[in-house]
């Protein structure tokens, strides 16, 4: 079982929807949640960044870790044509930076 | 321009060739990485270093090496390439000040494929 585990899509969505995009992982030490934007023939960029539980609002972008349940969530309002990239979730359990990388997430927006 | 460029873009090579791949960064960034990204596998880490002096062995090191000739740049070398080390690599810094949050800035990658 991978560490980290997200759904390879691909996600379609219209222009204008919410977006959904989510990530499981087993370990418990994680404590540093991190949302990368990867669009095609591009390295990945960090969006967002959250530590321990909580939600963190950026824009369209909000990001929410669940510690509980081990899941986190990036919620992307009014999405846009220009969203259409992969996402990948990372996370740490601190201490030194080595990060684990889910597989990511396929979005597509369609004007 | 880039603040972390690697090159090539792209190679093609052959079973049994060496290959350096090479990361250059005009950040500044104490601390460098490469990794490769696989489809299904998503990003494995490599190498790091944390500076010049400092090199460590990351999750999926057998079969690569590395060289940290400046601050500034980081080499991934393939002794003997197979074609399972057909992948998209990348290069990423990080500045290194904050432990706990230390982006990596990625490079635009490097399209390896090993025939």
């Known amino acids: 079982q991978k560490e980290v585990e997200q759904d390879p899509g691909p996600l379609s969505v219209p222009e204008g929807a919410i977006v959904s995009l989510n990530c499981t992982y087993s370990?418990?030490?994680?404590?540093?949640f991190m949302w990368y934007r990867q669009y095609s023939r591009k390295g990945p960029e960090l969006l967002m960044y959250?530590?321990?539980?909580g939600n963190k609002e950026d824009g369209r972008f909000t990001a929410q870790v669940d510690k509980s349940s081990k899941y986190i969530s990036l919620f992307i309002r009014d999405s846009q044509p220009s969203d259409s990239a992969t996402y990948l979730c990372?996370?740490?359990?601190?201490?030194?930076?080595?990060?684990?990388f889910g597989t990511g997430t396929r979005l597509l927006v369609s004007p | 321009d880039a603040d972390v460029t690697q090159t090539p873009r792209n190679r093609i090579t052959k079973t049994g060739k060496r290959i350096m791949l090479e990361c250059s960064q005009t950040?500044?960034?104490?601390?460098m990485y490469w990794y490769r990204q696989d489809p299904g596998l998503g990003l494995r880490l490599i190498y790091y270093?944390?500076?010049?002096?400092?090199?460590n062995k990351g999750e999926i090191s057998d079969g690569y090496s590395v060289s940290r000739q400046a601050q500034a740049k980081f080499s991934l070398s393939l002794e003997s390439a197979i074609p399972n080390q057909t992948a998209l690599y990348f290069c990423?810094?990080?500045?290194?000040?904050?432990?706990?949050?230390?982006?990596?800035?990625f490079g635009p990658g490097t399209r390896l494929t090993v025939l």
């Open positions: 959250t530590y321990s539980s």
């Open positions: 950040k500044g960034h104490d601390r």
């Open positions: 990423a810094t990080s500045v290194g000040a904050d432990r706990y949050t230390d982006t990596q800035y």
């Open positions: 270093s944390f500076d010049v002096k400092d090199i």
């Open positions: 370990n418990s030490a994680f404590q540093y």
């Open positions: 990372a996370m740490s359990a601190g201490g030194f930076q080595k990060l684990v």
